[in-house]
């Protein structure tokens, strides 16, 4: 007798997790252009807390090791095409940093199936400060000085950067408050048995 393997993902989930890739493209678009003009996102990346709650709360629908990866990669090729600022990196090496933010944030939830709150908080400020040093050591890698002006705006990034991750998953939990037991959520998280 054979076994059929189940799908990583059914048609539902596919469909959902390509729903919230565009959303959150699509949020960056807008925000980046709006904020653009006013320097503050060399600074304070206030764009990224409304993604982290995309991803994070992407990730609690479909709670399964390699989600976020998949949705980092995907992610990051549209912007290889659409966003050549992204990450201040050009062509196919904003892949890297969005395939290693997917796979930190990834292992850290795979990791922590504990409480809710912890694990969005944990999982979200440890996985962005460990993405942030591997985004800085790669444009290191790439020639970037380590200059005291370099080190200044690193120092600003990573703390400002954690204020922005926590703020993501305080959103996440919010958002995740209200939806979990709705039907919308047990659809996508429905699998059939085979």
């Given at each position: ?9 059914t ?24 904020l ?126 954690l204020v ?12 995740w ?18």
């Amino acid at each position: 007798m054979s076994t059929i393997k189940k799908p990583f993902l059914t048609p539902v989930q596919t469909i959902f997790l390509a729903s919230m890739i565009t959303a959150d493209f699509a949020f960056g678009l807008a925000v980046k252009n709006l904020l653009a003009p006013t320097q503050i996102l060399n600074i304070i990346r206030l764009d990224m807390v409304v993604p982290i709650m995309l991803m994070l709360v992407t990730r609690l629908i479909i709670d399964r090791f390699g989600v976020l990866i998949l949705y980092e990669g995907v992610w990051g090729l549209f912007s290889v095409f659409a966003m050549p600022g992204a990450f201040g990196l050009p062509g196919f090496l904003k892949l890297i940093p969005a395939l290693s933010q997917g796979i930190i944030l990834d292992s850290l939830m795979s990791l922590m199936k504990s409480a809710l709150k912890p694990r969005l908080m944990i999982s979200s400020v440890l996985g962005g400060l460990l993405a942030s040093i591997a985004f800085y050591a790669l444009r290191f890698a790439l020639g970037m000085p380590w200059s005291q002006f370099v080190q200044m705006i690193f120092g600003i990034q990573l703390l400002t950067g954690l204020v922005i991750w926590a703020s993501g998953a305080v959103l996440t939990w919010l958002v995740w408050e209200k939806i979990s037991g709705s039907q919308a959520v047990r659809r996508i998280q429905f699998v059939p048995e085979s």
